[in-house]
Every structure is written in structure tokens, then in C-alpha cells.
């Protein structure tokens, strides 16, 4: 099967910075598309960052020119550089993997989600 580990959320202040990892491991053939959501409290997920396995990349228009999305293919990892956070960046967020297991077999797996809160 297949495991996916977010790490690096938290608590900063307004202007500051995080870098969120997002890996998988177990059996896995290839990962196609990344991609990070985030949801607030009371609104719907929402798309953030998406990143393709030839490291195309797309983000939404709130984060655009704050947010860097990146991966690492050889360690599965998906990562999330956020800075200049403000407090509307404050959500759970949540990785998000197109694994191929097998050469035909695919599924989305998400991760868990991570907390990150940008207060003063």
C-alpha cells in the first residue's frame, strides 16, 4: 500500500515563512500530478498549487508570486515554500498525489492535513 506524511505547519507571525513536505512512500510505480489544497474554517477546499511530474506548475491567484511549489521525484516528495504569509493564509492543508501503483493501476491519495496559522 501507500503512505502519505505532511510535515512542517505551525504558527507564525504575518510576513513570515514555512515550507510544508509532503512524501509518500510504499508501492508506488510513478506520481504524476501534485498538488497542495488548503481549507479555512467554514469555506470549501481549495486548489493552491499544483505541480506536474515534467515540473509544470500552476497556483492560485492569491499566491501567486508568495507560494513555490516543488518536487523532489527521486524521494516522492511534494513541497510548498510559503512566504509573506498573511492571515487569510491560515487553513488545514493537504497534499495531494496522482500514484500510479502499478503501470495502469492510479489513485489519488491525499494526506492527512497540516495546521498552519498566521497570526501575531
Known amino acids: 500500500q501507500v503512505q502519505v506524511a505532511e510535515s512542517g505547519g505551525g504558527l507564525v507571525q504575518p510576513g513570515g515563512s514555512l515550507r510544508l513536505s509532503c512524501a509518500a512512500s510504499?508501492?508506488?510505480?510513478?506520481?504524476?500530478?501534485m498538488g497542495w489544497y488548503r481549507q479555512a474554517p467554514g469555506n470549501q477546499r481549495e486548489l493552491v498549487a499544483t505541480i506536474t511530474r515534467g515540473y509544470d506548475s500552476y497556483y492560485e491567484t492569491s499566491v501567486k508570486g508568495r507560494f513555490t511549489i516543488s518536487r523532489d521525484n527521486a524521494k516522492n516528495t511534494v513541497y510548498l515554500q510559503m512566504n509573506s504569509l498573511k492571515p487569510e493564509d491560515t487553513a488545514v492543508y493537504y497534499c495531494?498525489?496522482?500514484?500510479?501503483?502499478?503501470?495502469?493501476?492510479?489513485?489519488?491519495?491525499w494526506g492527512q492535513g497540516i495546521q498552519v496559522t498566521v497570526s501575531s
Open positions: 495531494s498525489l496522482e500514484i500510479y501503483s502499478t503501470f495502469s493501476s492510479k489513485r489519488d491519495y
Open positions: 510504499g508501492r508506488i510505480f510513478s506520481i504524476n500530478a
